[in-house]
C-alpha cells in the first residue's frame, strides 16, 4: 500500500508540472552585494547566479557572492529552490538556499554551512531586467558556532535567454 500510495503522488507531481505550462527561459545575473554580519563586519562585493526554471513558478537556483572589507574575505555558494510571479515587466520571487561559506582574514580561514531565506523584485523587458533588491537573511555556521542574525542585499542586472 506504501509503494502504492508513492508512486500515486510521484505520477502525481510529473503531471502537475507537465500541466503548469511552458517553463521561463532560464536566467543569469549579476551585480553589487552588501553584506552584514552581526559580529559589526560590513563587507561589499560581488553577487552572480544563475535560475533554471522547472515550471512558470518554481526554479532551481544557484547562488555565488562574496563580500571584502579590511582583509577579510566571506564567500558563499548555496543552491536552492525559488518560486517567482513572473508579470509583464514585474516579477517579484522568494528563495530557501542553502550551501557553504568561507571567511578568512589575512591568512586564516574556515569553511562552513551557509542558508539564506529572502527573496526580491525584478524589473524590465523580458530579455534584459534589473534586479532591483534583493534581500536575504543569512546563517553561517563555522567549527559548531552559528551566526544567525546576518543579512545580505544585492542588486544588478538580470539576462533572460
Known amino acids: 500500500m506504501r509503494k502504492l500510495i508513492g508512486v500515486a503522488a510521484i505520477v502525481f ?11 521561463p527561459r532560464p536566467e543569469i545575473y549579476g551585480g553589487y552585494q552588501f553584506t552584514s554580519t552581526d559580529g ?16 512558470r513558478w518554481l526554479a532551481g537556483t544557484a547562488d555565488f557572492g562574496s563580500g571584502f572589507s579590511s582583509g577579510s574575505k566571506l564567500y558563499s555558494y548555496t543552491f536552492g529552490p525559488t518560486i517567482s510571479m513572473q508579470r509583464k515587466n514585474f516579477t517579484p520571487f522568494a528563495h530557501a ?3 557553504g561559506a568561507h571567511a578568512s ?15 526580491g523584485v525584478d524589473v524590465g523587458s523580458r530579455k534584459l531586467a534589473l534586479r532591483a533588491v534583493q534581500f536575504d537573511w543569512l546563517t553561517l555556521r563555522f567549527s559548531g558556532v552559528t551566526d544567525k542574525n546576518n543579512m545580505r542585499v544585492t ?5 533572460r535567454f
Do not use: D, K
Not at 582574514?105 to 527573496?119: E, L, N
Open 13 to 23: 507531481m510529473i503531471s502537475a508540472l507537465a500541466m503548469a505550462g511552458e517553463a
Open 40 to 55: 559589526g563586519w560590513h563587507g561589499s562585493g560581488l553577487n552572480t547566479g544563475a535560475n533554471l526554471y522547472l515550471t
Open 97 to 99: 538556499l542553502f550551501g
Open 105 to 119: 582574514a589575512g591568512s586564516i580561514g574556515t569553511s562552513g554551512m551557509a542558508m539564506m531565506f529572502g527573496g
Open 155 to 159: 542588486t544588478g542586472i538580470l539576462y
